[in-house]
Structures are given as structure tokens and as C-alpha cells.
């Protein structure tokens, strides 16, 4: 068989235990792999690449198959970059992929009928990074949400639902409060759930959602989320299936692939042979299914299970009563080593079958009739808004006046409550009082004004009709 060339991570802290680890099972059980080994993480960090590792290292991963990475530390301070951010997104893995499974009673939990797939999106939404100190009080995070980007990652949820027999899918959004960023995800999650009708599919606000996941998991099968609300509550699911420690994570995109453990480095573990390999080691059998090696993830993970079964247990979730010997993370990897090619009794085994490729439809681009009508100038200013305001007050260009002032999303001028504590950033909406349309030039103008004025600008986002509908937040409140 062809070994396939597969880029390794060691990683920081207890990452090069863990895959080393990780490493042996799989050459134990028969993976065809050709190991090339990669640098990055923290000392890459303070070689001085801000991402935290070498630009020549993206040659060796795109030349693989795959990307099998240890956890990595990022250093205090210092304007570091996210590592797993910047792979995500420079290699398009739009969707990540993680199981959260009980393996009760060997690993204690509340939850023995957990079995739910969180499928995150990877590449947008606050984790594009698009930050800004707007003023020396105020920060700005963008939350940057797409159709492309729906599209792809809701898609991906109903075929894995499909390929890997999941009855339902559930959407977690915030589109009370986000109507335009979270409303669109719920919209593209509305018109792809008909095109697969033997699946069902749901919709949750993600705060009731998330209570509710805490509480009955069991009800949940596949759930699809935006990239923070993912993160979080897969950490969540993780840990109250069993562990954070025993989750594995996949993410996949068009042209790559990389498998990690969910978890992070865990420094005051390192060098003592405490560390739980599985988070990592179950990342890899997500990979082996991935590069068509369906029989070694299969004699692996019933391998693993067999292990949780006799009670060998590393310190993290062994118990008394339940485990039967506490042992490190060398011995733990020899032990799933002595149980590949058996399987387990009382948990499920498990069977992978070679993965069965989708087509990617193409992405939808609407073309609405755009219309610009206005503009919100944000200005920094510490005082009142009287001090500002009749400066202001008279400024119009064509058909363009000042029509709001809010603070914070809050209406403060006309007709503002004298209760509305207010900051130092104010968004001044000018507009057409019966929405015409304006020029791009009218609303350049508003700025050169305001300048002139002396008003100190932070920014500013112009307002559109699409085909009549604004689109943008009402400035009442």
C-alpha cells in the first residue's frame, strides 16, 4: 500500500508526549503514513514570526495529504497571532468537526446517551480578527459573517449527516439581536434544510440552545454553529460528555486538511508522562478515515475503547471504583497498542468505511438593486453631546441631514432619556428624510464637513437599500 504523506506538528508543552504517543499506535496498527515533521508553535513564536511559524513551512503541508498537529503555546503579549487561526483560514478549512461522545460508565459523566457532532465554521464571523482601538476607551470587533461562508459550512453539516447516518441537524443562532450576521446564517440554513428532506432539521436561539445542550444532549444529533458560538460549545460538549481532555477535532476544507486535539499544551503537565494522549490520538483516526484508511482508524478506536473498558486510565479520568490501574501516557499508548484488533464489549464498537466525496455545489451570489442613502459617521468625543451637536446639527450635503445620534446602539438625540449613560464613541446618522438615493460624493462631503468642523472622525459605514430594504440596524432603540 501507498504510505501517504502526512505533515506532523510536535507542538509545545505536553505535544511532543502526546504524539509521540499517538505516533506509535498508529504505526502499530498498520497506518501507511510517511511522516514529514514541521516546526512551529512557540519557539517559532520567538524566532519572531508573528503567526508562530517559519512561511516555508506551508510548502511541506501543502505538499501532504494531511496535518496532524500537537497543541501549541502562543506567548503573553506581543501582538502574537493565533497558529490555528491562520491555518484555518489560509488553507480554507472552513469546517471543523467535532464528536462528542459519552463513554460512560468508564468515564464519568451525567450524560450516558451523549453522542452529538459539533460542526463549527472555521474561517469567519469574530474569528476573522478584524479588530480596531477606535478611541483610548473603546474597541470594535467586526463580526464578519458570509454567504459563501453559510453556505459552505451549512452544506458540509447535512452531507455529513447524510454519509454518516445522522437523523437531524440543528442550526444555534442569535438572530433576535444579530439579524443581519446571525439572520443570514439562519436564512441559508432555511433554504439548503428542504434540499435534504430525510434529514430532520431545527433552529435554536444559541443561549436557550446551549442551556438546553448543557441539560439534555442526548436530544441533539449534528448541530451546526457560527465560528464562536462552535467554539465555545464544543468545549462545553466536550466536557460534559466526559472530558475536554478525550475530544478530537478535524478541519476540513476543499484542499487540505489538519487534525488536532481540542485541547491546549498544558505546560505544567509537560515532561512527567501524565499527559491523556486520546484527544490527540482521536484526531488521527479522523484523519486515517480522511486519506481512505477507513480499517486502521477502525482498529484503533475499538483498540482505544477496549483500553477505557479494563480501566487503564491516565490521572485525569481515572476514578476509583471504576478504573482499575492509573497509568502514564507511554503506557497508556502501549496498552491501546496490546488491544488493536480487538473490540470492545460493553461500548459500542465502531466500523469506518472509506469516506464518500460530495459535490460542492456552487456558491448562490445574489444581485439585489443597491442603493446608497446615507451615511453613520462615528466621532470620538468625551463631554456632552450638546458640546457637539450644534456644531453639527446644521451639516447637509443635497439631500442628506443629521437624522439620529445613539450611544452605544442607544437613541440619544432627538428625543434621548437623560437616564442613557453614554461613552465616548457616537454615531451620527445622516440621511434623507424619505430615503432617496444619494451619491457616493454627497456622503465623502458629510465627512470633508465634519472635518472642518474639527469633529474627530473614527469611522464610517455607509447605508444601503437592497431592492428597497435597509441594510442596516435601525438607529432607534
Known sequence: MTQTPIAVAYGDGIGPEIMEATLRILHAAGAQIEIHPIEIGERMYLKGFVTGMDPAMWNIIRKTKAFLKAP??????????????????????????????????????????????????????????????????VCSSIKLISRAGCEKIIRYAFEYAKTHNRKKVTCFIKDNIMKFSDGLFHKIFDEIAPQYSDILNESWI???????????????????????????????????????????????????AMFEAIHGSAPRRAGQNLANPSGLLLGAIQMMTHIGQPEVATRIHNGWLKTLEQGIHTYDIYREGISKQKVGTKEFAQAVIQNLGKTPESLPPVVYSAPKPHQNQPITFTDPRRQLIGIDAYIYHRGSLDSFLSKISHVNVGNLRLSKITNRGVAVWPHGQPETFCIEQWRCRFQATDDRPCAQSDTIQILHALDRLGIDLIKSENLYLFDGIPGFTSAEK
Open 72 to 137: 501549541i503555546t502562543t506567548p503573553q503579549g506581543g501582538g502574537f497571532k493565533s497558529l490555528n487561526v491562520t491555518i484555518r483560514t489560509t488553507l480554507g478549512l472552513y469546517a471543523n468537526v467535532r464528536p462528542c461522545t459519552s463513554y460512560f460508565p468508564y468515564v464519568d459523566t451525567k450524560h450516558p446517551d451523549m453522542d452529538l457532532i459539533i460542526v463549527r465554521e472555521n474561517e469567519e464571523d469574530l474569528y476573522a480578527g478584524i479588530e480596531y482601538r477606535q478611541s483610548p476607551d
Open 206 to 256: 444559541v443561549d436557550i440552545g446551549a442551556a438546553k445542550l448543557a441539560d439534555s444532549p442526548e436530544l441533539f444529533d449534528v448541530i451546526v454553529m457560527p465560528n464562536l458560538y462552535g467554539d465555545i460549545l464544543s468545549d462545553v460538549a466536550a466536557q460534559i460528555s466526559g472530558s475536554v481532555g478525550l475530544a478530537g477535532s478535524a478541519n476540513i476544507g476543499d484542499h487540505g
